[in-house]
């Protein structure tokens, strides 16, 4: 894998290396986006669809249940050491 290094380190003339590198490939980009018959803007990313549940109501239910009886034990066990 190649090291990258941060701008800051880079001289002027590689700075502007890279610039025009960067101008030269938006305009192939546009190139080929005329060349396919589409737009050279790059396509908006959709907005993320909601999940389905991966779990069923009633698997939801015995775990909200098994939750509450886990902290009434916990609630019961620190009212019995308070006393």
């Given at each position: 894998m190649a090291k990258?290094?941060?701008?800051?380190?880079?001289s002027a003339a590689s700075l502007r290396r890279a610039a025009d590198l960067q101008d030269k490939i938006a305009g192939l980009q546009d190139e080929l986006a005329r060349l396919l018959g589409g737009s050279a803007a790059p396509a908006a990313k959709e907005a993320p669809t909601r999940r389905k549940p991966k779990i069923s109501a009633a698997g939801r239910r015995?775990?909200?249940?098994?939750?509450?009886a886990r902290w009434a034990k916990a609630k019961a066990a620190k009212a019995?050491?308070?006393k």
């Open positions: 990258q290094t941060s701008l800051t380190q880079l015995r775990i909200a249940a098994a939750q509450k019995a050491a308070a």
